[in-house]
């Protein structure tokens, strides 16, 4: 069965601390999508990053960056120097595509761990 | 670019009622998804939608259906509304199947 698991339920640090968020799978598939999404006070889900499970480069976008290791079914996701805008829910999310995949198959529904609280003090 | 739209914001239905959430995904978008989000369970997948065709559903009573329109539009109704209703529901859409997807900012329903 699918599952996200976010064992941090909440994070508190003070800004420009370095912050690690992590992210444990379970999938059978071998064709899966990982996600992260930040959810601020507002609620809207802002999308950060998409990998495909047969894509295990790490990516650096500005102050974030992503480490996805297969072989421990990890996503993690590190803020650098983190800045008190970063405060938000984070959710990483698992799915499996299935369906015809030439004409809208479908990217299945999204398994959503719990989130953790990021909460960055001045 | 406009983003996904969910009106409306913020409802307050009483038990027993009926609702509709309606949802428009950005332009050019064919799928569109539901989920629903409360303290207790968490974010929970509701239906997927895809050129007016349900992919996908969720583990959810048969009071909660959907629909999308031919203007890839689509409607979510709760029938007969329990208290246990509550929650924010969040509309998400994506261009085709392999895309992430980008959320609306939900709409608060709230039973009493």
């Known amino acids: 069965a699918q599952k996200v698991t976010q064992a941090q339920t909440e994070i508190s640090v003070v800004e420009k601390e370095d912050v690690t968020l992590d992210c444990v799978y379970e999938?059978?598939?071998?064709?899966?999508?990982l996600f992260w999404y930040k959810q601020p006070p507002s609620g809207e889900l802002v999308f950060l990053i998409r990998?495909?499970?047969?894509?295990?480069q790490n990516e650096i976008s500005g102050r974030y960056s992503w480490n996805f290791q297969k072989s421990t079914s990890s996503f993690n996701f590190t803020i650098t120097a983190s800045q008190v805008v970063d405060s938000a829910v984070y959710f990483c999310?698992?799915?499996?595509?299935?369906?015809?995949?030439?004409?809208?198959?479908?990217?299945?529904?999204?398994?959503f761990g719990k989130g953790t609280k990021l909460s960055v003090k001045p | 670019k406009a983003g996904v739209t969910q009106t409306p914001r913020y409802l307050i239905k009483t038990r027993g009622q009926q609702v509709t959430l309606s949802c428009s995904p950005i332009?050019?978008?064919?799928?569109v998804s539901w989920y629903q989000q409360t303290p207790g369970q968490g974010l929970q997948f509701l239906f997927e939608?895809?050129?007016?065709?349900?992919?996908n559903k969720g583990n959810f009573p048969g009071r909660f259906s959907g629909r999308q329109f031919s203007n890839s539009r689509s409607e979510m109704n709760v029938s007969t509304l329990e208290l246990g209703d509550s929650a924010l529901y969040l509309c998400?859409?994506?261009?085709?199947?392999?895309?992430?997807?980008?959320f609306g900012s939900g709409t608060r329903l709230t039973v009493v």
């Open positions: 998400a859409s994506s261009p085709r199947w392999d895309y992430g997807y980008t």
């Open positions: 999938t059978r598939d071998t064709t899966y999508y």
């Open positions: 990998r495909n499970s047969f894509d295990e």
């Open positions: 999310a698992l799915s499996e595509a299935s369906g015809d995949m030439n004409y809208g198959g479908s990217q299945g529904n999204l398994i």
């Open positions: 332009s050019g978008h064919r799928s």
């Open positions: 939608y895809f050129s007016e065709t349900q992919r």
